[in-house]
């Protein structure tokens, strides 16, 4: 069975420093991958995703992913972080299939704090 | 465009007894799943439906089912509810090219007592 592994359960950031939430996943097929964004009292966010193409895939609020497939890995950075980023970050990973693809295997989250 | 819907927000239930959970997709999406969020376990898939078909199923007991309506809309059911059924659920609509990803609803919050 497929698995994501998110490094880091907690990470406390002061503003404007720099930001990368590591995502690794096992599984050897073709892949869809995802990073979420839980902000307090709101529901799931999707911040960006990737499917194929360019490895480097730019979401919102200025958050950019990274996808090394020899290293299963697919890491969130953000340059410089805001207070407004204090969330609970959660990577997910799919398999495409020859009926669309499988439901969505999430990471346990990271809890990221900026400090102001 | 209105988001994805579901209610009830929060629920109170008995052991043993049933509940049903509904979930209003965003329009035009054929697409709907259902995921358990608690605070041990993360986030974890239930099923996924598509056109009235359940497409994918994931790890958990035959108490928990599901149906997808002709107009998309999703119901959620777990029968004989346990204590350890207590957590939000998640239900999440998308297009058939998931353009925009999976897009989430707020969740119903179960609590089994």
């Known amino acids: 069975a497929q698995s994501v592994s998110q490094h880091n359960h907690h990470v406390i950031l002061s503003e404007a420093a720099s930001l990368e939430l590591g995502c690794n996943y096992s599984y050897g097929g073709t892949v869809n991958l995802f990073w979420y964004v839980q902000y307090p009292g709101q529901h799931l966010q999707l911040l960006l995703k990737y499917f194929s193409g360019d490895p480097l895939v730019k979401g919102i609020k200025g958050f950019e992913a990274e996808f090394i497939k020899s290293k299963f890995s697919f890491n969130l950075r953000k340059p410089s972080v805001q207070w407004s980023d204090t969330a609970e970050y959660f990577c997910?990973?799919?398999?495409?299939?020859?009926?669309?693809?499988?439901?969505?295997?999430f990471g346990k989250g990271t809890h990221l704090i900026i400090q102001p | 465009k209105a988001g994805v819907t579901q209610t009830p927000r929060y629920l109170i239930k008995t052991r043993g007894q049933q509940v049903t959970l509904s979930c209003s997709p965003i329009s035009g999406h054929r697409s709907v799943s259902w995921y358990q969020q608690t605070p041990g376990q993360g986030l974890q898939f239930l099923f996924e439906y598509f056109s009235e078909t359940q497409r994918n199923k994931g790890n958990f007991p035959g108490r928990f089912s599901g149906r997808q309506f002709s107009n998309s809309r999703s119901e959620m059911n777990v029968s004989t509810l346990e204590l350890g059924d207590s957590a939000l659920y998640l239900c999440?609509?998308?297009?058939?090219?998931?353009?925009?990803?999976?897009?989430f609803g707020s969740g119903t919050r179960l609590t089994v007592v």
């Open positions: 999440a609509s998308s297009s058939d090219s998931l353009y925009y990803g999976y897009t």
């Open positions: 997910a990973v799919n398999k495409r299939s020859g009926g669309g693809a499988d439901g969505l295997t």
